[in-house]
């Protein structure tokens, strides 16, 4: 998955080759519509703060695959193995990875130190 990725009910999805017919009445959302240069989105600003973006075109992929994954598994927190794993079928040729697996590390320990907080009698 690249740059071509949406969210499909929340689940990340080659949108080239999926039939429009079966998106009938389903949320779809885009890299565009996750966050706005003003608001960002906590994996894009995660993605700029760690260097994670290079040329751009994985990036999409990248961001929303791992929306994705966070949000399936919302009660812990993924090993770096686990998001390499994850984010294994999309691909980046400029970043070796590792400051993208930063990134999403990063978000699901804040998610996870939040969601600490929140749980705090
Ligand atoms: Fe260029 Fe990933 S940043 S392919």
Redo the contacts with the bound molecule.
Sequence with gaps: MDAFTVLLDGKAVNSCILLASLCAGRSIVTIEGLGDPEHLHPLQAAFVKHGA???????PGMILTAKSYLDEHPDRTPSRDEIREAISGTL????GYQKIIDAIAAVAAERAEKGAQDNAP
Excluded: D, L, S
């Design positions: 973006v290079q040329c751009g075109y994985c990036i980046c040729r400029c970043t």
